[in-house]
């Protein structure tokens, strides 16, 4: 039994030693700041064969705009974007779900951006866009959602 502990107490502290020496990157959440968020219907081209998520169902294609506020200073990765969006009828126009969308990258101070979203055809409009938020990443976390080849293939963590 004394060497399985003892086995045990040398990896960890392996391990330990490993975690020391080779830290890995820093993923820190920075909270991004949006405001002035606003949605227009979206172009044909967007829109074009248009349905609901899980369904065969019609949906209506929109896109949601306004500004982000970085204030870290450093270009911001991967902002998940959260928010409530209610139809004329203060109905939910998509149940259970808060994030919205992403915003891929978030240079410092204020820029635009804008999210595609698609709402079932038959909740009455206008929409009503409430507690819109987004929170995002110091370094790339998600290599997939870069359409150029480059940016994948240049995927690090700086």
Known sequence: ?????????ILAGI???ACCLFPLPALAAVSIQLSNISYTNCPAEYAEGNVGSGSNMAATCYLVQGKAKNPSGKTV????????????NNNTVMPNRTRVGTIAEVPPGVSDFEIRISVPANQPTPLQLKQFKASGF??????????????FANFNHD
Not at 138 to 151: F, G, H, L, N
Request: glycine share 2%; proline share 3%; aromatic share 16%.
């Open 1 to 9: 039994m004394r060497s399985h502990s003892s086995i045990i107490i």
């Open 15 to 17: 391990l330990s030693l």
């Open 77 to 88: 990765y991967d902002a998940d974007v959260f928010g409530r969006i209610y139809d004329a």
């Open 138 to 151: 110091s370094s790339k976390v998600r290599p997939y959602y870069y359409q150029d080849e480059d940016d």
